[in-house]
């Protein structure tokens, strides 16, 4: 290669989380249109996915990383550059949260979910977002949920985040606007992943209710909106009307119907 001659990067969506759940199915969705890279701290959850993605005509390559770290950004952005690879399109999906009550969960705990879905969501956004702009191309997806729009007494940490999530996407997708590059946030109602498990600390409990939309519908509606630059996508009809009607309902009251609803989740574990 000639002296000074320059190097084409691969474009390729970076998924965060991908090792199961909505990252799993978003990663298999982001694969049927080019190269992913499979980010998570669950090597063998990563794995399945990369051999799902290949066996399908896809490709995919992973980084086993723990957002939580302080150094998983630099270390994520160094292996793009080591592999020749830049990030087209981010799905900021990775996130953790624990039911009970503030004052008697681990304050180590509860700091690791603000570390993971705020610090690193945001760093790894605004490490990726420079680049977008000045090719007028790419996006970013986050993974927010209808915590973000509620208040949660008996899982507050975890709601807090959710609603820092849903601030930054839409702060963003006003300054991005208009400039080539896409900023949407994916807010599910409750699935059947094993996050309820993580959360709880015991067996996953069942979500088959009114608000319930299984994780490959949220994860086809969520990439779909994303592709057609849709600033906000909300899953399940239901949990659309929930949000609507959230701002007329007395704060007291929605809060209280949530602590009953958290507290059976954490009876039940």
Not at 77 to 94: F, K
Not at 133 to 157: C, D, H, K, Y
Request: proline share 5%.
């Amino acid at each position: 290669m000639p002296s000074g001659a320059v190097v084409a990067l691969r474009p390729v969506t970076v998924i965060t989380g991908a090792s199961s759940g909505i990252g799993r199915e978003l990663a298999l969705l982001a694969a049927k249109e080019g190269e992913v890279l499979l980010l998570g701290r669950n090597e063998a959850g990563l794995a399945d996915v990369a051999r799902a993605i290949g066996a399908a005509g896809g490709r995919a390559s992973l980084l086993v990383s723990d957002g939580s770290a302080p150094d998983a950004v630099p270390a994520i952005m160094a292996h793009l550059a080591r592999h020749g690879m830049v990030c087209d399109q981010l799905v900021n999906n990775a996130g953790i949260g624990f039911v009970g009550l503030a004052d008697a969960l681990a304050p180590d705990a509860q700091m690791a979910c603000v570390d993971l879905n705020v610090r690193f969501a945001t760093a790894l956004a605004l490490a990726v977002l420079p680049g977008m702009l000045a090719q007028g191309r790419g996006g970013i997806l986050n993974v927010g949920s209808v915590a973000g729009f509620l208040p949660g007494p008996g899982m507050t940490v975890y709601y807090a985040t959710k609603a820092y999530l849903r601030s930054l996407s839409e702060g963003l997708w006003h300054e991005v606007a208009g400039r080539g590059v896409r900023i949407t946030l994916l807010s599910p109602g409750p699935v059947n992943t094993r996050f309820l498990e993580r959360a709880t600390g015991g067996a996953r409990a069942s979500e088959a209710t009114l608000f319930h939309v299984d994780v490959p519908r949220v994860a086809q509606q969520g990439w779909e909106g994303f592709r057609a630059g849709r600033a906000h996508v909300i899953p399940g009809l239901a949990n659309r009307l929930v949000l609507m009607l959230a701002p007329f309902l007395p704060r007291k009251a929605l809060g209280a119907m949530i602590f009953r609803r958290q507290t059976a989740r954490r009876g039940a574990a």
